[in-house]
């Protein structure tokens, strides 16, 4: 079975890394819509446009579903095309509900951008899930380009965090759920600024277990779900996956190093 995996840039690779983890005899087609990036502060029709586009050129590959490995795109493009058309469209939602449900006392920080956080998808989450109201909000946009870039240890970026994360009181917080597919890069750095006690929890698990659903398609053992995936060589990632960076085939080798050393830090971020 081909399955696509769709994101704003390359946030959505942590989507695919969790699927080779648990799905992994699938073939998949990951497009990173890095012309556009980043989607969280643009306008929602604008990314509604960007969102068909890229769905036709998936269907044009022929894929038998479709994952939305982002979390705004989700919030404004889900409905439309599930009515659109006709193959499944599976989205993806900040992990509010795990998150509240495993804390009990404590608070949960959801980070995310500013489209996420403005659409009413994720408020009418919270309403139901959120019954004590220990939700807070945090909207991160720089993350995105901090991922894109590849800085994840600049002085730019821990600067970042050091003026974002003194909004808040880290030591209140449970867990703190990345509403970003971007934001999973950058776990190590996270608990720099958050205590032993806070989780961090993200949609991924979720996403890949509703994608099996929705297809029928068998858990994979337990075993193989805890076995380290790391590449060394970049023509080990097409063995899995064909890439596309907005509808332009990735075949060079600088781009495909790009991609391994992105999916090697992602299973690093697995231990945090």
Same mark, same amino acid.
């Given at each position: 079975?081909?399955?696509g995996?769709?994101?704003?840039?390359?946030?959505g690779?942590?989507?695919?890394?969790?699927?080779y983890h648990?799905?992994?005899?699938?073939?998949?087609?990951?497009? +990173?819509? *890095?012309d556009?990036?980043?989607?969280g502060?643009?306008?929602?029709?604008?990314i509604?446009?960007y969102?068909?586009?890229t769905?036709?050129?998936?269907?044009?590959?022929? /894929?038998? +579903?479709?994952?939305?490995?982002?979390?705004?795109?989700?919030?404004?493009?889900?409905?439309?095309l599930?009515?659109?058309?006709?193959?499944?469209?599976?989205?993806?939602?900040?992990?509010?509900?795990?998150?509240?449900?495993?804390t009990?006392?404590?608070r /949960?920080?959801?980070m995310?951008?500013p489209? *996420?956080? #403005?659409e009413t998808?994720?408020k009418?989450?919270?309403?139901?899930?959120?019954?004590?109201? #220990?939700v807070?909000?945090?909207?991160?946009?720089?993350?995105?380009? &901090?991922?894109?870039?590849?800085?994840?240890?600049?002085?730019?970026?821990?600067?970042y965090?050091?003026?974002? &994360?003194?909004?808040?009181?880290?030591?209140e917080y449970?867990?703190?759920?990345?509403?970003?597919?971007? =934001?999973?890069? &950058?776990?190590?750095?996270?608990?720099?600024?958050f205590?032993d006690?806070t989780?961090?929890?993200?949609?991924?698990?979720g996403?890949?277990?509703?994608?099996?659903r929705?297809?029928?398609?068998? +858990?994979?053992?337990?075993?193989?779900?805890?076995?380290?995936?790391?590449?060394?060589?970049?023509?080990e990632?097409?063995?899995?996956? *064909?890439?596309?960076?907005?509808?332009?085939r990735?075949?060079?080798?600088?781009?495909?190093?790009? =991609?391994?050393?992105?999916?090697?830090?992602?299973?690093?971020m697995r231990? &945090?």
């Amino acid at each position: 079975m081909k399955i696509g995996i769709f994101d704003s840039g390359i946030g959505g690779l942590s989507v695919l890394q969790e699927a080779y983890h648990q799905l992994s005899g699938q073939e998949y087609i990951f497009y +990173a819509d *890095t012309d556009h990036v980043p989607y969280g502060n643009k306008e929602p029709e604008e990314i509604l446009g960007y969102c068909r586009n890229t769905a036709a050129f998936l269907i044009e590959q022929g /894929v038998s +579903a479709i994952l939305i490995a982002c979390n705004t795109a989700t919030s404004v493009a889900v409905r439309q095309l599930r009515q659109e058309l006709e193959l499944p469209i599976i989205g993806m939602e900040p992990a509010v509900k795990p998150a509240v449900e495993q804390t009990e006392e404590k608070r /949960v920080l959801v980070m995310a951008t500013p489209v *996420t956080l #403005r659409e009413t998808k994720l408020k009418n989450l919270i309403e139901r899930v959120d019954e004590h109201h #220990r939700v807070d909000l945090l909207a991160m946009p720089e993350l995105v380009r &901090f991922a894109e870039s590849e800085q994840f240890d600049s002085p730019e970026l821990h600067a970042y965090l050091e003026a974002q &994360f003194s909004k808040v009181h880290p030591e209140e917080y449970s867990a703190l759920v990345m509403g970003c597919t971007h =934001f999973n890069y &950058f776990k190590d750095l996270y608990r720099n600024y958050f205590p032993d006690y806070t989780a961090f929890v993200d949609g991924n698990v979720g996403t890949i277990r509703h994608l099996m659903r929705k297809l029928d398609l068998p +858990a994979e053992a337990a075993e193989a779900q805890d076995i380290r995936i790391h590449f060394n060589d970049p023509e080990e990632l097409l063995q899995h996956t *064909t890439y596309y960076m907005s509808g332009r085939r990735v075949q060079e080798k600088e781009m495909l190093e790009h =991609f391994l050393r992105l999916h090697n830090r992602l299973e690093e971020m697995r231990k &945090f």
